[in-house]
């Protein structure tokens, strides 16, 4: 409890209860949505770092809980504490600088078989193209599954942030229609991904399911899903970068 108690230096709650009672029950709370983000971030994200910050949000929620609102604590603070977890993960890149960059050759590499050959670069074009072996490859595409997509904190070919070029939500009109553009051909790439590389998406990112639970769906290993997901990536950034030029 004492622990808890560093972060409860506040009153009562209207219910009577003391800040340090609600974080004392919406602890296991935060440890459960770090562990759930955990599982869909790159190896670099520490889970102490994520509950730690979760630990404010739920504090933000302890403070600002109202029972008379007929709303259960847990309800109320679970989009504080996942909101809190989320602003810690956005302020830095978590990803090395290695991985951004073999995320770049391997784009290349696709977009330059596909122009060369007018079709889905395959496993073993792409290796070709990079001068490796399939196995390197496919530890290479390990390694980029914990990219995020088109990341904002990731510098584009001319080292600027990515996140300079995208309007935001609430500027000019004419710079929203850009993001609407945007966001279009986003959506056109990932439309024109191979069917399996599209599931794997889908089912990771729409249906939340674990490498594992999506390699029983398709029928192969946990480390394929890992290379189809880092592949489709890969894939997308080439195919969102050669529909914008």
Do not use: N
Request: net charge negative; proline share 4%; aromatic share 4%.
């Amino acid at each position: 409890m004492k622990g808890l108690a560093l972060y409860a230096r506040v009153g009562a709650s209207a219910g009577g209860e003391t800040a340090e009672d609600l974080l004392a029950r919406g602890a296991p709370l935060v440890k459960r949505i770090a562990y759930h983000l955990l599982a869909r971030l790159p190896a670099s994200v520490q889970v102490d770092d994520l509950i730690q910050s979760g630990m404010l949000g739920l504090l933000d929620a302890a403070r600002r809980y109202d029972p008379a609102q007929c709303v259960t604590f847990a309800t109320f603070a679970e989009p504080r504490i996942r909101g809190a977890m989320l602003d810690e993960i956005r302020k830095g890149d978590w990803t090395p600088r290695s991985v951004h960059r073999k995320g770049r050759q391997v784009s290349a590499a696709i977009q330059a078989v596909e122009a060369a050959t007018g079709r889905e670069a395959r496993d073993r074009d792409i290796a070709e193209q990079l001068g490796v072996t399939l196995p390197e490859y496919h530890e290479m595409l390990g390694d980029l599954r914990g990219q995020k997509l088109l990341s904002l904190d990731e510098a584009g070919p001319d080292d600027e942030s990515v996140a300079e070029s995208v309007p935001a939500p609430d500027g000019d009109p004419a710079d929203l229609v850009d993001r609407s553009h945007l966001l279009a051909q986003l959506a056109g790439a990932i439309d024109r991904l191979p069917e399996r590389e599209r599931l794997v998406l889908s089912l990771y990112y729409d249906e939340e399911l674990h490498l594992k639970e999506i390699g029983a769906v398709l029928g192969v290993s946990e480390s394929r899903v890992s290379q189809l997901h880092g592949q489709a990536l890969a894939r997308l950034r080439a195919r969102f970068a050669d529909s914008a030029d």
